[in-house]
């Protein structure tokens, strides 16, 4: 009797112990969407990413657990995405943005191109953009300001164009920031050269590297002297003004010389007639 009262009392507790466990959860159409998208748009040359497969995409997590390479879970969405030194080409998908949770993005050191999403800003958990050592083009979105919770922005050493968005000065909480080598131009806002307050400092190393881009902290711009066509410019206007200086002198002295030729013949003249 006994040990029926303990079966019935054990099974009423499992009973209610799993009605109080959170249901398992189910894997999100986001993720699904947005590593499928991504996975088109890249190219994989070393057979790196194995499992990406539309059927890992499916179920990519199952709580903290990760099914696919480079992502990190977090109650079952994707958290990370790591995907550094992998030798991947293409380009960034703008689906990307469907990854909702998403809170770290490193695809740095890799052989990437085009131009970096303005999609980005949709990613509002974000806190780690990391695009560094590609090969990305065009200008740096100024959408990335609405990503409130960004940390860190990294994209040296790509061929990115334009200005630097003063929008992204806006970014409280953005304690990394480096744009160096690239092909950048324009004045660095003062709102990221000039922070302050208790708002962190960017030295000079987050922006050189980029011939066009001035202002404070990179040091004052040396002279570039003369250009090509100033040098051919000036070249050319100095011979001209040397033909027409020679040319000036050459009439002034077939002048002089006529005159002291016909004073001569006068001369001559008047000596020849006889006087009367």
Same mark, same amino acid.
């Given at each position: 009797?006994?040990?029926?009262?303990?079966?019935?009392?054990?099974?009423?507790?499992?009973?209610?112990?799993?009605?109080?466990?959170?249901?398992?959860?189910?894997?999100?159409?986001?993720?699904?969407?947005?590593?499928?998208?991504?996975?088109?748009?890249?190219?994989?040359?070393?057979?790196?990413?194995?499992?990406?497969?539309?059927?890992?995409?499916?179920?990519p997590?199952?709580?903290?657990?990760?099914?696919?390479?480079?992502?990190?879970?977090?109650?079952?969405?994707?958290? =990370?995405?790591?995907?550094?030194?992998?030798?991947?080409?293409?380009?960034?998908?703008?689906n990307?943005?469907s990854?909702?949770?998403l809170?770290?993005?490193?695809?740095s050191?890799?052989?990437?191109?085009?131009p970096i999403?303005?999609?980005?800003?949709?990613?509002?958990?974000?806190?780690?953009?990391?695009?560094?050592?590609?090969?990305?083009?065009?200008?740096?979105?100024?959408?990335?300001?609405?990503c409130?919770y960004?940390?860190?922005?990294?994209?040296?050493?790509?061929q990115?164009?334009?200005?630097?968005?003063?929008?992204?000065g806006?970014?409280?909480?953005?304690?990394?920031?480096?744009?160096?080598?690239n =092909?950048?131009?324009g004045?660095?806002?003062?709102?990221?050269?000039?922070?302050?307050?208790?708002?962190?400092?960017?030295?000079?190393?987050?922006?050189e590297?980029?011939?066009?881009?001035?202002g404070?902290?990179?040091?004052?711009?040396?002279?570039?002297?003369?250009?090509?066509?100033a040098?051919?410019g000036?070249?050319?206007?100095?011979?001209?003004?040397?033909?027409?200086?020679?040319f000036?002198?050459?009439?002034?002295?077939?002048?002089?010389?006529?005159?002291?030729?016909a004073?001569?013949?006068?001369?001559k003249?008047?000596q020849?007639?006889?006087?009367?």
């Open positions: 009797m006994g040990v029926t009262v303990w079966s019935s009392s054990s099974t009423i507790i499992l009973l209610l112990t799993c009605a109080l466990l959170p249901p398992s959860a189910k894997p999100d159409p986001n993720d699904e969407r947005c590593l499928t998208q991504l996975s088109e748009s890249l190219q994989d040359p070393l057979k790196n990413l194995q499992n990406w497969t539309k059927t890992t995409f499916a179920n997590c199952q709580g903290f657990t990760s099914f696919l390479q480079g992502a990190t879970c977090n109650n079952g969405r994707i958290y =990370k995405l790591s995907l550094s030194n992998l030798s991947l080409k293409g380009s960034i998908s703008p990307i943005s990854c909702t949770n809170q770290a993005l490193d695809l050191s890799n052989s990437l191109s085009g999403p303005p999609d980005l800003q949709y990613l509002v958990n974000l806190a780690v953009l990391n695009l560094s050592s590609n090969r990305l083009s065009g200008p740096i979105p100024q959408q990335l300001a609405l409130a960004l940390n860190v922005i990294d994209l040296h050493d790509n990115l164009t334009g200005l630097i968005p003063q929008q992204l806006l970014l409280a909480r953005l304690s990394v920031f480096d744009v160096s080598n =092909k950048l131009s004045p660095i806002p003062s709102s990221l050269g000039n922070r302050s307050g208790n708002l962190p400092r960017f030295n000079a190393s987050s922006y590297g980029n011939k066009d881009l001035y404070y902290p990179l040091p004052p711009m040396r002279s570039k002297g003369l250009s090509v066509l040098i051919v000036i070249g050319l206007g100095s011979g001209l003004l040397s033909l027409v200086l020679s000036t002198a050459v009439c002034i002295w077939l002048k002089i010389s006529e005159h002291k030729m004073a001569a013949e006068e001369g003249i008047t020849l007639m006889p006087d009367y």
